[in-house]
């Protein structure tokens, strides 16, 4: 039962169906990606399952609970944390600043919150920029700064979006090496967004093809890159 569970997912913006009717398992230690063409409803989606967007209709159950239109906060502190497509730091807090947000927004104290930082920081190899503003250090590293604070919520289940967008190879290298452990060692489910084809390859347990808000494919990397609807959707013909 320790599942972050989909059903029938509806999220509709007047006539614009940008969920019609997606279901999706995420289990705890595997990486589920979720890709398709822009506009497909990925980042919808994950606005739904996090609570930053109310659905339509469907429902969203973590452990076996009903967790429908629950607020992101509260989704939060039960260990359901997701990070935006484009990054959201305070620029002139200290990265350890900016990932002890991520520890006391679950409920952390200001005092273990900063420690978590610490420790997250450590564990991510990124202990030297502590004390940097956010804003001064590079994009890719601030990138990781996101996922530094992500973790530092201790998260059972993680919600990706895009985290690639915008690194270089080397640093996409980084992100799939991190995921990798935060699957591993952490034992999350992760949940990750990505246009890089390379890093979902690399990375997925299972991928999720969307396109125009329905599923049109499920199934380890190596089928997906060969679905011929998959195909479809990416040539747009
Ligand atoms: P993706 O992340 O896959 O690129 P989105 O989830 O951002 O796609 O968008 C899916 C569809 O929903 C698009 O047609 C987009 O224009 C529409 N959409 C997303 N958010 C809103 C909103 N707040 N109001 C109206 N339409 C929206
Ligand atoms: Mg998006």
Excluded at 12 to 17: D, L, S, T
Excluded at 106 to 112: D, I, L
Aim: charged share 25%; proline share 4%.
């Amino acid at each position: 039962m320790d599942d972050l569970d989909v059903r029938d997912l509806q999220v509709h913006f007047g006539g614009v169906k940008a969920i019609d009717g997606v279901s999706l398992t995420l289990s705890q230690g595997e990486i589920l990606g979720l890709i398709g063409p822009n506009g497909a409803g990925k980042s919808t989606l994950l606005n739904a399952v996090t609570g930053f967007q109310r659905p339509t209709g469907g429902m969203v159950s973590l452990d076996g609970r009903d967790v429908t239109g629950v607020a992101p906060q509260r989704l939060a502190r039960r260990r359901l944390i997701r990070t935006f497509q484009a990054a959201r730091l305070f620029p002139a807090l200290s990265v350890a600043e900016n990932v002890e947000l991520g520890a006391v927004g679950v409920g952390g104290s200001r005092r273990s919150g900063l420690r978590t930082a610490r420790e997250v920081l450590a564990w991510l190899g990124l202990e030297q920029l502590a004390d940097r503003p956010a804003g001064a250090v590079p994009h890719g590293a601030q990138r990781r700064v996101c996922v530094a604070r992500a973790l530092a919520g201790r998260p059972r289940f993680l919600l990706l979006d895009e985290p690639a967008a915008g690194l270089d190879e080397d640093e996409s290298e980084r992100l799939v090496a991190d995921a990798r452990r935060v699957r591993d060692e952490l034992g999350c489910g992760l949940l990750l967004v990505e246009h890089d084809m390379s890093v979902i390859m690399r990375l997925c347990d299972r991928v999720h093809v969307l396109d125009s808000g329905a599923t049109i494919a499920v199934g380890p990397p190596a089928e997906i890159q060969r679905d011929e609807a998959v195909v479809r959707a990416y040539l747009g013909t």
